[in-house]
């Protein structure tokens, strides 16, 4: 599993930012929303104007409780700190976050391979505006101007830090995309990396031995893809242990992923590290949240992405590593409803499945408004060998396309008739007389041929035929 040279291990910890989905801001009134006109999402509280008062949201607070219990912390009282650091998109020069005790104490999160992961906590706190330096490489230095936008500022915000427990980049970037599956099923955040609602900080050190104590950390900043994540921390555990064969050690700091380059480089040391100057928030006093308010959030949460994954595997009975593959990406997509809507109309699980992980998930159109049991009876008119493979898939396209819809009005449209078996049978038997060497090692155990014959009675019935159909009335004059 490891791609490391012999003898090396990594350790990794994932510090992830995320935005939480609600209407307003974490402390005042102004629209949480992505996109708008800069500077238009503003007031007094979120441009930190002198006397203006935070008032806590709180449905924020109940979709960080939201987070919590998906990853099985501790919910506890907490409160609120000031942390202290010049920026200026930040214009109180001070950020409200939790310090020791934050929201959600210690919980866990298990990979879809069975490893478990530590959560030490998930705490709340407010995003920063965001600043665009214009001209150069997009960096401060070498910058033309900055513009600043305040929108983003007093944004909701969970951290969600993870244990030292992570050992490969692989590992890395399974953890972060079972994360944004599972802050997307709790419904308190939107998970989208591309958008930087969903922010991955990786700590990476590596050691000679898996007994050894973990070595001197550095941090990655801002990761903005899974792949990112994955490619970062490869490299970053490569650099160190090229550093320490070399007879070097590794120094404490900040470093900045070059996505183009391939590359991590240093933006802060250990000794500019900020020295924040924590102390509590003044205007704030410590939520509390009552046991029944706790219970009320548990019970509203919808089935967290282990609990889906399950629900598909025992659908499936006993899922192959392919089929395996599919329901991962089909519940990481959002997309079990589907085959679940299909196995229920009776439609077999594989297919349910394989078409959902191929067909849909590779759609570039937004499936919110599909309709379940249009795509459910195209699949049962594939099964029941009125549309073959491929037709199916034509008429699942158009379904998807529009929405919804009518598969057999929409198979008439397209002129799919259906094959009759007996003009099938006669098709196979045409094939096989026109090509009675390849028969002969087909049935002397030349499993290749299969591919041979089957493409040319596709051929022959223009794609009209069923795989299956084909592969069974070849089978059936084998031998
Ligand atoms: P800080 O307060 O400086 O952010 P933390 O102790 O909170 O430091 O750790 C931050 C992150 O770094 C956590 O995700 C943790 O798992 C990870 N981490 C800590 N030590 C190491 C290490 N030696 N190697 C890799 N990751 C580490
Ligand atoms: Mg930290
Ligand atoms: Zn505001």
């Known amino acids: 599993m490891s791609t490391l040279p012999d003898g090396w291990f990594m350790v990794v910890g994932l510090e992830v930012h995320t935005e939480l989905r609600t209407e307003t801001k974490l402390f005042c009134g102004c629209a949480n929303a992505f996109g708008d006109q800069p500077n238009t999402n503003i007031c007094p509280v979120c441009l930190g104007l002198p006397g203006a008062l935070p008032v806590l949201n709180q449905r924020a607070v109940e979709y960080a409780i939201r987070i919590g219990l998906a990853l099985h912390c501790v919910i506890q009282d907490s409160s609120f700190h000031r942390k202290n650091y010049f920026y200026p998109d930040m214009p109180k020069d001070f950020q409200i976050s939790q310090y020791d005790i934050p929201i959600n104490g210690p919980g866990y999160l298990d990979l879809p391979g069975g490893v478990r992961i530590g959560i030490e906590r998930a705490h709340l706190e407010e995003d920063t505006g965001k600043t665009t330096h214009l001209g150069g490489t997009g960096r401060i230095h070498g910058s033309d101007e900055s513009l600043v936008d305040y929108n983003r500022s007093g944004v909701p915000l969970v951290e969600i830090v993870s244990c030292p427990d992570i050992r490969s980049a692989a590992q890395a970037r399974a953890y972060a995309a079972e994360l944004r599956s599972i802050l997307i099923a709790s419904g308190a955040s939107d998970g989208r990396m591309e958008e930087g609602s969903m922010r991955v900080d990786a700590n990476v050190s590596v050691r000679r031995g898996e007994d050894q104590p973990f070595g001197t950390r550095c941090e990655i900043k801002n990761l903005n893809s899974l792949r990112s994540v994955q490619r970062a921390v490869e490299y970053e555990a490569l650099r160190q242990i090229a550093l320490l064969e070399d007879g070097g050690t590794v120094r404490q700091e900040t470093r900045h992923w070059d996505e183009d380059a391939g590359k991590t480089h240093t933006l802060r040391t250990k000794e500019e590290a900020y020295d924040y100057r924590y102390f509590p928030e003044p205007d704030l006093v410590p939520v509390t949240p009552t046991q029944a308010f706790i219970d009320t959030v548990r019970t509203g949460l919808a089935p967290m992405p282990a609990e889906r994954r399950a629900a598909l595997v025992s659908l499936l009975g006993e899922p192959n590593d392919a089929?395996?593959?599919?329901?991962?990406?089909?519940?990481?997509?959002?997309?079990?409803?589907?085959?679940?809507?299909?196995?229920?109309?009776?439609?077999?699980?594989?297919?349910?499945?394989?078409?959902?992980?191929?067909?849909?998930?590779?759609?570039?159109?937004?499936?919110?408004?599909?309709?379940?049991?249009?795509?459910?009876?195209?699949?049962?008119?594939?099964?029941?060998?009125?549309?073959?493979?491929?037709?199916?898939?034509?008429?699942?396209?158009?379904?998807?396309?529009?929405?919804?819809?009518?598969?057999?009005?929409?198979?008439?449209?397209?002129?799919?008739?259906?094959?009759?078996?007996?003009?099938?049978?006669?098709?196979?038997?045409?094939?096989?007389?026109?090509?009675?060497?390849?028969?002969?090692?087909?049935?002397?155990?030349?499993?290749?041929?299969?591919?041979?014959?089957?493409?040319?009675?596709?051929?022959?019935?223009?794609?009209?035929?069923?795989?299956?159909?084909?592969?069974?009335?070849?089978?059936?004059?084998?031998?």
């Not at 590779?362 to 099964?383: F, G, K, M, V």
């Open 323 to 479: 089929q395996i593959d599919q329901l991962l990406a089909v519940v990481e997509q959002g997309l079990d409803h589907f085959v679940i809507t299909a196995v229920n109309a009776g439609v077999n699980a594989p297919l349910a499945l394989t078409r959902t992980a191929n067909e849909l998930a590779a759609s570039d159109r937004s499936l919110d408004n599909l309709d379940a049991e249009a795509i459910a009876a195209t699949l049962l008119l594939e099964q029941a060998g009125d549309l073959s493979a491929t037709q199916s898939k034509a008429v699942l396209a158009e379904v998807i396309a529009h929405g919804g819809g009518d598969p057999k009005a929409i198979a008439k449209s397209k002129g799919f008739e259906h094959m009759a078996d007996g003009a099938l049978d006669l098709v196979i038997d045409e094939v096989i007389a026109a090509h009675p060497d390849e028969w002969e090692r087909f049935c002397g155990g030349d499993e290749k041929l299969q591919g041979f014959f089957t493409g040319k009675i596709m051929a022959a019935t223009k794609g009209q035929a069923d795989g299956k159909a084909v592969s069974a009335g070849l089978r059936a004059r084998k031998n």
